[in-house]
């Protein structure tokens, strides 16, 4: 099948690989432009650019796709390019720019997202951070159409991926780009017989683009929705707090909810041994196991504990 495929991050660029090795042409490859990273602020390509010319597919990387935005000529060239190429179909994956109606109308079957939820619960930016941080105990990734709403397009296909007191946003992202990349290609291969479904009206919850504020702990809070949060948070933005006799906030990366109650001020070391810092929340303790200081290495508890004094 001839696909314009439309993604920026890695979640994106396992699915664009999976369509390669399922032999379907993609003609084009629209990605974010270059940004900046690492200590030199070095302009670097999305992994899915860089997928793509591995592949020797071409891209491009326009900066807005709205005919009467800030960039039209960029949005006119692509739109030239697309209806020569003529897509089927394209597939959208975590792209990061608003597709217009134009867009959508192009391609002779639509587009088609791989989005990181069971449709309708977590439509918008931050679906598997906040299926964690809500103690969903399962998630997935949905095949759909798109339409201009938030995610709230006919449903085709879904898969389902458990979530364990252990899973971290990390660990999730990556079983979900292996259920999305494996959902697409199965999608396109029985695309004519797959019907579309309307998303419920009923469980529609809306998934909160990521602050940097939110990476400050409150301990007000359980120490059950702490832990959760530490999870949901891991890596990106991390989860942080103050310690006693520390100048820097700890970025913390693992933790458990201790089943034991505790009298002292949310917030309170309770006690700080080898098997981790404990401290007093808002209901419960929270136990602190692998905790990292400001330009430090990550460190089990034990090793951290030796070189702090509270």
Request: glycine share 8%.
């Amino acid at each position: 099948m001839r696909i314009v495929f439309a993604g920026t991050p890695d979640f994106a660029r396992l699915a664009l690989q999976a369509l390669l090795a399922a032999g379907h042409e993609v003609a084009l490859v629209l990605t974010q432009p270059d940004r900046p990273a690492g200590r030199g602020l070095k302009l670097t390509p999305s992994p899915v650019k860089a997928a793509a010319l591995a592949a020797g597919i071409e891209v491009a990387q326009p900066r807005s796709l709205r005919l009467d935005g800030r960039y039209p000529d960029e949005a006119q060239a692509i739109q030239a390019r697309l209806a020569e190429i003529a897509p089927e179909v394209m597939v959208v994956a975590a792209y990061g720019l608003i597709l217009p109606r134009w867009t959508l109308d192009l391609p002779a079957r639509g587009c088609l997202n791989i989005h990181a939820s069971l449709l309708p619960r977590w439509r918008g930016a931050a679906p598997i951070q906040r299926a964690i941080e809500a103690g969903d105990e399962r998630t997935g990734v949905t095949i759909m159409q798109m339409d201009e709403g938030l995610d709230t397009g006919d449903m085709l296909l879904e898969r389902v991926v458990p979530i364990d007191g252990q899973t971290t946003a990390a660990a999730l992202h990556d079983a979900l780009a292996e259920a999305g990349a494996e959902a697409i290609v199965a999608a396109l291969a029985d695309l004519v017989g797959l019907a579309p479904r309307k998303q419920p009206e009923q469980g529609v919850t809306y998934a909160a683009k990521l602050d940097k504020a939110e990476a400050a702990l409150d301990f007000g809070q359980s120490a059950q929705i702490l832990e959760r949060r530490i999870r949901a948070f891991n890596p990106v933005p991390g989860a942080s707090l103050r310690l006693p006799g520390l100048a820097e906030p700890v970025k913390v990366w693992r933790a458990q909810a201790l089943p034991e109650h505790s009298t002292a001020v949310p917030g309170t070391v309770v006690r700080a041994t080898a098997q981790g810092v404990d401290l007093a929340t808002g209901q419960g303790v929270l136990r602190l196991l692998e905790l990292q200081k400001a330009g430090g290495k990550r460190q089990p508890a034990e090793v951290f504990v030796r070189g702090w004094q509270p």
